[in-house]
């Protein structure tokens, strides 16, 4: 039994409650269970199976949760308000039946999105390491390939690693050849660190992708960032991968192969504002791993990245549903 508030009833939205009451939902949205009761579907996926180095991030969802709770309903930046407008629900954790199979548990996971896909929900989803990444473009993307910013350290166009295809240093070499990315929609920003293989991420450059690496980011700044993704993704269907390695280590420390030298958190929020705009038909956030994390401080800065996300989302939703145009 729910005991609810008597004298302030604004209090009945859980999401108006003083935040440290209630169900640790994503930012305290409704909990549903059918993705046709969602116009975006905020969606966990606890699996980090592709991890090559130090694994951890399958308690990304979970903890994004907890520290999602610490926000409020209005981005006081851009207006935004991501609850007014659009069903967004938490549709909580994609279940797995094998997930110690990397390729089949891939392959289950694309087909959970490919239902949410159908049922008309725009995914924003929380990892889990970025091989799941692969796994909802091929469950959204199939009918016709999007362009992509991607926010990562790594380009993660690598190849077989140890006899594995779907790592998650791979996801976008194999969403390119699937021909769920259009490479020359694509925009890599914040690569940098050291590698084993001179040209570890030459696929990204030779298949068109834009890489816009660390020390670019760092001498001509946000701003020229997002203008830069602006014009290579252009007009079309766009994803949206922030992969939580991209902000430095001392404000992002919980994730699985930091690097140092990063893109401030500040930096972050302010260059996905900059994104207003772009036809974005989904996003994610992914490699937050809270056994590493000091504090809360990864997925504290994760959830605010994520609701920036769902603020873009929500936005490139209105604009469609107003317009009278497809939403998937
Ligand atoms: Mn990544
Ligand atoms: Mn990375």
Redesign the pocket.
């Known amino acids: 039994m729910t005991k609810h508030p008597a004298r302030y009833q604004d209090f009945n939205d859980p999401q108006a409650q003083p935040r440290h009451t209630g169900i640790a939902s994503f930012f305290r949205a409704p909990i549903a269970d059918d993705p046709a009761n969602a116009d975006i579907a905020l969606i966990g996926v606890p699996f980090d199976g592709g991890v090559t180095h130090r694994s951890g991030a399958r308690h990304g969802p979970r903890a994004v949760r907890e520290q999602s709770t610490l926000l409020r309903r209005i981005n006081a930046a851009t207006g935004v308000a991501p609850f007014s407008h659009a069903r967004v629900r938490d549709l909580g954790d994609c279940w797995l039946e094998f997930p110690y199979e990397l390729s089949g548990a891939l392959d289950e996971i694309a087909a959970y999105f490919a239902q949410v896909h159908a049922a008309g929900a725009i995914p924003v989803s929380v990892g889990g390491?970025?091989s799941i990444s692969l796994a909802i473009l091929r469950g959204i993307a199939r009918h016709r390939p999007v362009g992509m910013v991607h926010i990562?350290?790594?380009c993660?166009t690598g190849d077989d690693y140890m006899g594995s295809r779907f790592h998650?240093?791979a996801?976008f070499r194999r969403a390119v050849e699937e021909g769920l990315l259009d490479p020359r929609r694509v925009i890599q920003i914040g690569i940098r660190g050291t590698t084993n293989d001179p040209d570890m991420w030459g696929f990204s450059a030779a298949s068109g992708m834009r890489v816009l690496g660390m020390d670019e980011f760092t001498d001509q700044g946000w701003a020229f960032a997002a203008a830069e993704a602006r014009r290579v993704v252009g007009l079309g269907p766009t994803y949206l991968?922030f992969?939580i390695?991209s902000v430095d280590p001392a404000e992002a420390p919980g994730t699985g192969t930091p690097e140092a030298g990063g893109i401030t958190a500040r930096e972050a929020l302010r260059l996905l504002r900059a994104l207003r705009g772009i036809d974005f038909v989904g996003g994610d956030l992914?490699?937050v791993a809270p056994p590493f994390d000091h504090g809360t401080i990864t997925a504290f800065n994760g959830a605010s990245i994520l609701f920036e996300i769902l603020c873009l989302v929500e936005e490139a939703w209105r604009k469609r549903t107003e317009s009278g145009g497809m939403n998937v």
């Open positions: 390491d970025h990562d350290a790594h993660d998650h240093g996801p991968s992969d390695d992914v490699e």
